[in-house]
C-alpha cells in the first residue's frame, strides 16, 4: 500500500479538521514560504488531544508561525488554561496574528513577538506544557530555557527531531540545523531529569516529561 493512501487512511479515522484550521493550512501554503511548517491535521489533532490528556493550566509554546499550532493546542484547554506562543520573525505578524485573533480559542491565546529564550522568562510564570517548534541551532538552549520554567511533572513537546531523516544521513553532517537538532536528540537522552520518547509522526515530535 503507497504512503498517500495509508496518510488518507488515517485521517479518514481521526477527528476531523475544523475548518477554520483547515482555512489556515490552505493559506499558509498560499501565502507564506514554508508552508508545510504548519502543523497540519493529523499533528494538530494530536496535540490537542494531548493537552487534553495533560489538563496544563498554563502552555509555552516557541515558534508561532502561522498559528495552526497554537490554535491546536488551545482547542483543547479547559478552565481558565492559556497558551503563550512566541514567534521571532517579526515578519509573520500580519499574517498570523488576524487568524489567532479571529479563532474560536483567540482569548485563550497571547501571541509575542520576539524570542523566547529571553521573553518568556520575563512573563514570571510557571508551565504545564511547552511545545518547541523554532530555529533548529538553538533547540538545546531552548529546551534549558523551558526547563526552568516548567513544573515537576510537566510536560515537553519538541517538534521536527528526526529532521526529514537527515539526523541519521551523514551527508548533512555539516548542517547547521541538523547539527542543533542532532545535539538537542543526544542531549535530551542522556539527561537524567527527564523521561522521553520519539515519535515517528510527520517530521519527528519527542514528547518529555520531567521528572
Not at 508561525?65 to 488554561?81: P, Q
Amino acid at each position: 500500500m503507497g504512503s498517500d493512501a495509508l496518510e488518507d487512511y488515517i485521517l479518514a479515522h481521526t477527528e476531523p479538521e475544523p475548518d477554520y484550521l483547515y482555512r489556515l493550512w490552505r493559506a499558509t501554503n498560499i501565502h507564506t514560504i514554508h508552508g508545510r511548517m504548519a502543523s497540519g491535521h493529523l499533528q494538530g489533532r494530536l496535540l490537542k488531544m494531548l493537552v487534553q490528556m495533560i489538563r496544563p493550566e498554563r502552555i509555552l509554546e516557541v515558534g508561532t508561525f502561522s498559528g495552526y499550532s497554537a490554535i491546536s493546542m488551545a482547542e483543547g484547554l479547559s478552565g481558565d488554561g492559556h497558551l503563550y506562543t512566541f514567534e521571532i520573525n517579526d515578519e509573520m505578524e500580519d499574517f498570523t496574528r488576524p487568524w489567532i485573533e479571529g479563532s474560536p480559542v483567540a482569548d485563550r491565546i497571547t501571541f509575542i513577538i520576539g524570542d523566547a529564550l529571553t521573553e518568556a522568562p520575563k512573563l514570571g510564570l510557571m508551565f504545564d506544557m511547552a511545545f518547541i517548534d523554532g530555529d533548529k541551532r538553538t533547540y538545546r538552549a531552548c529546551y534549558e530555557m523551558v526547563m526552568s520554567l516548567l513544573k515537576p511533572g510537566g510536560f515537553i513537546l519538541a517538534d521536527n527531531t528526526l529532521w526529514d531523516g537527515h539526523v541519521v544521513d551523514h551527508a548533512y553532517d555539516h548542517d547547521r540545523q541538523t547539527q542543533g537538532i542532532e545535539t538537542f536528540n543526544d542531549y535530551i537522552a542522556a539527561d537524567a531529569r527527564v523521561e522521553q520518547v520519539i515519535l515517528p509522526l510527520r517530521d519527528g515530535l519527542t514528547l518529555i516529561r520531567k521528572k
